[in-house]
């Protein structure tokens, strides 16, 4: 007998579009091999428009609408009119979705209605950094005093299961150091710009793909990646980071002259993100810098984004996988749920 889980979607974005489409696909393996039949009963997009519906939204239907009509707003539900709020407190949903877009300095409206979802006794599964890099020890009191969870596998690295080895495997092994590239876009920009294409076309181009965030500033000046390796230090390090004690310098700056001269020197500029203690306390940047080309991180392009985290039981174990991307991205919420599922 499989367990329903009833979801509940704030934003319907790349990533939403990612999880509907995993779920039209995988339904039976998940139900079958998992043991969770999981239902989207609510989608809310403040601007594809918002369906509720108790019996369940079927995912290819949602995906249809926005292909051909361009939003959900003619789509037959019991709802068609909650606002976030709303939904958050109607739609009879065990898990909130949360992903609205990211605001790094507020980190709303998603705080909020993480805040909401967890005070109503509800498990969130969240993509949205800004909630998690401004205000994470809080919202995990709120869990626990309501006895629910919060998976934010999706945070970093997309789905690629970052958090998970460190949580779960590498913990326990002392976190003494964490590098790598956590930044998709960029780091596609950066290898399309070595291949010769205008830093413009390549953002565009990374957009395209669905690998940049609503507003792309957040990608190119380095402050997603930020938002990362703040998560990661306070998750892993026992550090209290802000963005504000991040060194963090973007690539915007970066011209074709820096590019040339990065490959006359046999280089490829990486952005890169570090954690690590310090005698004295911590050090935390994120930089582009110059690797040469035999370097093990010159051979991470596009999207893919590699982690190494350095122990003092393990030395240094490094993961590479996807970084960002609809379905990369949407299969974190997966990795969420059964996650929730097995600690339920
Ligand atoms: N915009 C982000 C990136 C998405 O390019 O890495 C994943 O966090």
């Avoid at 428009?49 to 037959?76: F, H, I, Q, R, T």
């Avoid at 003092?312 to 490094?318: F, R």
Wanted: aromatic residues 4%.
């Amino acid at each position: 007998m499989s367990k329903l889980y009833k979801l509940a979607i704030i934003g319907f974005g790349n990533v939403g579009q990612g999880l509907a489409k995993i779920l039209s696909d995988k339904h039976t393996l998940l139900n079958e091999r998992f043991g969770v039949d999981i239902r989207i009963v609510a989608v809310c997009d403040l601007y594809k428009g918002s369906v509720a519906d108790s019996d369940g939204l079927d995912p290819k239907m949602l995906l249809n609408s926005l292909e051909v009509e361009g939003n959900l707003k003619s789509l037959p539900a019991q709802h068609t009119t909650w606002n976030a709020q709303e939904t958050i407190d109607n739609s009879g949903a065990d898990i909130l979705i949360e992903l609205a877009y990211t605001d790094l300095k507020t980190g709303q409206p998603a705080l909020s209605h993480v805040k909401q979802a967890l005070n109503n006794g509800m498990h969130v599964s969240m993509t949205n950094k800004g909630p998690v890099a401004l205000a994470f020890p809080e919202l995990r009191d709120i869990a626990k005093k309501n006895n629910v969870q919060i998976g934010i596998e999706g945070t970093v690295m997309s789905g690629t299961p970052s958090l998970a080895l460190g949580n779960e495997m590498l913990l326990a092994a002392g976190i003494t150091k964490i590098q790598g590239i956590l930044n998709g876009t960029t780091n596609y920009i950066l290898g399309e710009m070595a291949a010769g294409l205008d830093y413009q076309v390549a953002l565009t181009q990374a957009q395209a793909l669905g690998y940049a965030e609503a507003d792309p500033t957040g990608d190119v000046d380095g402050h997603d990646a930020a938002a990362k390796v703040v998560i990661l230090g306070n998750l892993f390090m026992d550090l209290a980071l802000t963005l504000a004690d991040i060194d963090c310098s973007g690539i915007s700056h970066i011209s074709a002259a820096d590019i040339a001269k990065a490959s006359a020197q046999n280089k490829q500029w990486k952005l890169i993100g570090t954690v690590a203690k310090t005698a004295t306390g911590f050090i935390a940047s994120v930089k582009p810098e110059m690797v040469s080309k035999d370097h093990p991180l010159a051979s991470i392009l596009g999207a893919t984004n590699a982690i190494t985290y350095s122990t003092e039981l393990l030395g240094d174990i490094t993961l590479i996988g996807p970084g960002a991307g609809r379905l990369e991205t949407g299969y974190a919420v997966i990795e969420d749920i059964l996650s929730i599922h097995k600690n339920s």
